[in-house]
């Protein structure tokens, strides 16, 4: 399968034919302004919380694709009522197999508002089988102690931690994520986008190779192979 990065928290999985898009916040980020967002493949659109730099491009790019947006109850809701009714709602702890894999729903301590100030639910992360591997994309988030419960009983092959400090965890709380979840593959996120989440990227990676494990800062629009 094939992960393209379009800047912040933004991700594609591309696999079996699906294209899975993660909380588009690409035309209003100054970093990712070579990116088309009305050229974006997605079949599924998956949103962490409700946060302005999450779902920013959301209603763009589903109204466009059709694609189907999955995230937690009251933000399907919410663009429900905004005529993009193919949705598929969560809530926390729950799965579903989806024709791309299967898709749980999991714990993100973090807030969630939406951008007309309408409750957002609760945030949350996703936890991802496809292809005979297991992605953890944690979303916004502190660092909490049940990611060792992701551990124990999930071992990702591949995790996407935000690493920028201020409104979620930085990269000291980040490595020790990446050790509660047993995870030696980590690719950064929510970063460098604005001023309060800038970082140094060699001392990022530093703290992940003295811990054993590798971060991976991927360039905006590029791609990597898993
Ligand atoms: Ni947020
Ligand atoms: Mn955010």
């Known amino acids: 399968m094939r992960i393209t990065y379009y800047g912040h928290s933004c991700f594609g999985i591309n696999s079996n034919q699906q294209a899975l898009l993660f909380d588009p916040f690409i035309s209003p980020n100054e970093l990712a302004k070579e990116i088309n967002v009305d050229e974006l493949d997605c079949n599924y659109l998956l949103i962490s919380?409700?946060?302005a730099d999450h779902i920013a491009d959301a209603e763009r790019i589903a109204k466009r694709t059709n694609a189907t947006i999955v995230s937690?109850?009251?933000?399907?809701t919410w663009f429900a009522e905004k005529g993009l009714e193919k949705g598929?709602?969560?809530?926390?702890?729950?799965?579903?197999k989806f024709d791309f894999g299967t898709l749980k729903y999991v714990n993100a301590v973090h807030s969630s508002m939406l951008p007309d100030r309408s409750y957002g639910g609760n945030p949350g992360g996703?936890?991802?089988e496809i292809e005979g591997k297991t992605i953890y994309y944690a979303g916004d988030t502190a660092?909490?102690?049940?990611?060792k419960l992701i551990g124990e009983y999930n071992r990702p092959d591949l995790a996407f931690l935000p690493i920028g400090d201020n409104?979620?965890?930085g990269i000291e709380d980040a490595v020790i994520a990446a050790d509660f979840i047993q995870c030696d593959r980590i690719i950064g996120m929510h970063y460098d986008s604005f001023a309060p989440i800038k970082i140094k990227h060699e001392n990022a990676i530093e703290a992940f190779r003295k811990a054993?494990?590798?971060l991976i800062l991927m360039n905006i629009g590029g791609s990597l192979e898993l």
């Open 143 to 147: 660092l909490f102690s049940d990611m």
């Open 49 to 51: 919380h409700g946060h």
């Open 167 to 169: 409104f979620t965890m």
């Open 212 to 214: 054993g494990k590798e």
């Open 88 to 96: 598929h709602p969560m809530n926390l702890g729950g799965k579903w």
């Open 72 to 76: 937690n109850y009251e933000i399907v």
């Open 126 to 128: 996703f936890l991802l």
